[in-house]
């Protein structure tokens, strides 16, 4: 019997997680149904960065220029005891993911205006539908598909959607999550945190540091956020509650303790949080995956949660869009949590271990093991805060570690096509799977099997040649900046198969056959 469906994929939640999910199942060909129970965005700014890797994101989804003009590029971090020591700074140096022509690796948001203009480049696209005010109150699968019923919260009525997948991206108090019955294991630490968001209102000294104010009693993050907003977030002590700041007038005195005056900042509103260390005991049930806050939760200290989420909608989005093209199997969607989990809890665990430093609970050989850089590594070291993505699991082939560029994320530099077109890697290698040869093509590299395997996937092969060789053949790369051709002779390697979210996922070091899944 025909199924008959409304849509391919129904997003429940349109916070970034969501957005970025939506906007790149659409993108790629999916029809897209979102759910969001608020009519808009919530207004309290929470994620205060983003990075290169999630701004590849959306050079991907082909609207980074239009995120990069209400972000700005950040300075670097520090650690800094009130009396004035810096304990521990990461300087970020230029991006080897290159989405943009200054290349900035990590910039400072202010989240309503950033999900503000996600929303509006979601709206320029025919097949995704947002129903905003709707709430999700049941989801009923079977083999085929995912039946929601939802309610809009205005009038109280009810409906029934038909989709064959489900994002649950309805964050940390997840209705789907509860409807599904997956336990959320972890902990919450009790101390209170107030949030406190500033206009600026005057420049003061290295007022574009992100600064962690390291101190037993009172650590505090102090941030510049895009726009000419700033934040601070402070802990509360045991004996303050919620109660004691119902006004910016009682909030002052935290900002005053700062150095802070009403000819420095404007308090436009304040907010309390606790810290989450916690994450659901499995990320997918059927036919619907958790995504974001609804299936993992993790401190502020690495500036990992939100574009975590944003991760998970997008390793999503290109999946599911390929599965429903049939262009891959459906047991391709085994890879999201394969490959999330493991990120998600590095950046977890490094959130922790900062966290150490900032509250003082880090001893001193901790801390130094923290600035040690590593020597004899193939890698050039940079610190796990800000190195370039690496996946841990997944759909790889191949040994992991130091030596290997098994799960790297290739670097973007400018290259040029056979005909001198002139690009950024990434819009000249296109939405496919590819395989890159050094100054070779990568097919004759290749068993007739193996390459029979490939062309299934729809693979395209490209030699990368050097700036001052001849290209030879219609489908070529020239590496006019050194930078991919240096990065294959790191790792001894003569051909990579690059996956479409541009991961290399195998080598010919290790054998080019496609990954098993």
Not at 360 to 386: D, R, S, W
């Amino acid at each position: 019997m025909t199924q008959r469906y409304d849509n391919d994929v129904a997003v429940i939640g349109y916070g970034p997680t969501g957005l970025v999910g939506a906007l790149t199942a659409a993108t790629k060909g999916a029809g897209v149904v979102a759910f969001e129970r608020d009519k808009d965005i919530y207004s309290r700014a929470r994620a205060v960065t983003v990075n290169d890797w999630t701004m590849r994101i959306f050079q991907d989804l082909g609207i980074d220029e239009r995120i990069e003009k209400v972000i700005e590029p950040q300075r670097a971090l520090r650690w800094v005891t009130y009396d004035g020591q810096e304990v521990m700074r990461v300087q970020h140096p230029p991006s080897a993911l290159g989405t943009r022509n200054a290349k900035p690796r990590f910039y400072n948001i202010y989240q309503p205006t950033m999900e503000a203009e996600l929303r509006r480049c979601g709206e320029a696209l025919d097949n995704l539908e947002v129903r905003y005010g709707t709430e999700v109150i049941g989801l009923e699968q079977d083999a085929d598909g995912v039946t929601i019923t939802s309610r809009d919260r205005e009038t109280g009525a009810a409906s029934t959607t038909r989709v064959r997948y489900v994002i649950a991206a309805d964050g940390g108090s997840s209705a789907v999550r509860k409807m599904l019955d997956i336990p959320m294991t972890g902990d919450t630490v009790p101390t209170l945190w107030i949030v406190i968001d500033c206009k600026a209102l005057r420049w003061w000294p290295d007022r574009d540091f992100l600064t962690f104010w390291t101190d037993k009693d009172r650590p505090v993050v102090d941030i510049a956020l895009s726009a000419g907003n700033h934040r601070w977030e402070i802990p509360l002590q045991p004996d303050e509650t919620e109660a004691d700041f119902p006004t910016s007038a009682e909030v002052w005195p935290l900002l005053e303790a700062m150095g802070k005056t009403h000819q420095d900042v404007q308090i436009l509103q304040h907010a309390f949080y606790r810290h989450h260390v916690r994450a659901a005991e499995t990320w997918r049930k059927g036919r619907v995956f958790l995504a974001g806050d609804a299936g993992h939760l993790m401190p502020p200290w690495a500036g990992a949660g939100m574009q975590s989420g944003m991760r998970d909608g997008h390793n999503l989005g290109w999946k599911l869009a390929r599965v429903l093209r049939g262009e891959l199997g459906e047991e391709w969607l085994d890879t999201y949590e394969a490959e999330r989990r493991p990120n998600v809890a590095f950046f977890t665990d490094l959130a922790v271990g900062l966290g150490r430093v900032i509250k003082q609970e880090a001893g001193a050989e901790e801390i130094a093991a923290m600035n040690t850089v590593p020597e004899g590594t193939v890698t050039p070291f940079e610190p796990p805060l800000i190195a370039p993505p690496v996946l841990a699991g997944g759909w790889l082939r191949g040994p992991l570690g130091d030596a290997s560029i098994i799960g790297r994320m290739l670097p973007q530099p400018t290259v040029g096509d056979t005909v001198g077109r002139m690009g950024r890697a990434d819009e000249l290698l296109g939405d496919d799977f590819v395989l890159l040869g050094a100054d070779v093509d990568p097919a004759t590299l290749l068993t007739p099997a193996e390459k029979a395997e490939w062309d299934a996937l729809g693979a395209r092969y490209l030699a990368v040649r050097p700036r001052d060789a001849y290209t030879e053949g219609p489908d070529e790369l020239v590496d006019l900046q050194g930078v991919l051709l240096a990065w294959f002779e790191r790792y001894g390697v003569r051909a990579v198969a690059v996956r479409p979210d541009k991961f290399v996922a195998a080598a010919d070091t290790s054998g080019l056959a496609v990954p098993a899944l």
